[in-house]
């Protein structure tokens, strides 16, 4: 069991931004650090959306400016610490090669309670993921626990079953509730791809027709294999519909209206 202590110091998120004033989604990042500070016990301010707009204008901009169109030009972290202090830091949005992605599957941490599936203050362990994916000749660190897929270290899983249907891992199981699968999902079901929770088994993964990662740095990345065993087509339908949806993210700087 990992650090529960740190883990309630403080509620996070990663979202993309303009360099300017204008972030990605921001709405539904600011309802989910929302949700997750009431399970981590910190208490959100009503005006937080404010504070959060007041803040832009003094935030450096990182000199790497990422120029791929599926992707944002940099990211913004925004925090809430426990004690109440909101920080809103630029940092830079690597770019992604346009190849199916490799995995890593790694051992995923375990919090107790309601810290799992929560973007908390002890993210150490995701970081330590990654870096085991990259030493690993990996991508991505992809996080499993009893044999199943319950999370990326910055990004969020979803296959295409055999059966037509998008899975990704429940909330409930310690996945994070991804704002990138909350925007590309009703564009998936309005093209005839349902998108379910599930546990996402290892029998699961290898007879899927395709996987794809998301997160709101990434954008929409194809999988191509995970631990160096190819997983169905790269590139297919999931892949080019969830890519287009993500085409239409809400860029704003109205947080309260944005979504």
């Known amino acids: 069991m990992t650090n529960s202590g740190e883990a309630h110091s403080s509620v996070w998120s990663a979202i993309g931004w303009d360099g300017d004033k ?7 990042h600011f309802d989910r650090m929302r949700r997750h500070s009431r399970r981590l016990g910190i208490d959100f301010p009503d005006d937080f959306s404010e504070q959060v707009s007041s803040l832009l204008g003094a935030v450096s901009v990182p000199e790497d400016r990422n ?3 599926s992707q944002d030009p940099y990211l913004m972290v925004i925090r809430l610490t426990s004690e109440g202090v909101i920080s809103a830091t630029g940092a830079v949005n690597r770019k992604w090669p346009l190849r199916p992605l490799s995995g890593i599957s790694i051992s995923a941490p375990t919090w107790e ?25 990996g991508d991505i660190g992809l996080l499993f626990e009893n044999g199943c897929l319950i999370d990326g270290d910055r990004c969020a899983p979803l296959l295409l079953d055999s059966d037509g249907v998008a ?4 909330h409930h199981d310690g996945a994070l509730d991804s704002v990138t699968l909350h925007v590309i999902k009703p564009y998936l079901e309005e093209s005839g791809i ?6 996402l ?3 699961m993964i290898e007879r899927s027709s395709e996987m794809i990662v998301c997160g ?6 194809a999988l191509g294999t995970i631990d160096g065993r190819k997983i169905g087509k790269p590139h297919g339908p999931l892949f080019s519909i969830s890519q287009e949806a993500w085409s239409k993210r809400v860029v704003s700087s109205k947080f ?4």
């Open 22 to 28: 204008s972030l990605t989604s921001a709405r539904l």
């Open 216 to 221: 709101s740095g990434m954008g929409i990345k």
């Open 113 to 137: 309670g309601d810290i799992r599936g929560t973007k908390h203050g002890d993210y150490g362990p995701y970081k330590e993921a990654r870096l085991i994916a990259e030493d690993n000749g």
């Open 201 to 203: 088994t290892l029998g």
């Open 167 to 170: 899975y990704h891992s429940p």
């Open 194 to 199: 349902p998108v379910r929770p599930a546990r």
């Open 256 to 259: 309260l209206e944005a979504n």
């Open 67 to 69: 120029d791929d169109p």
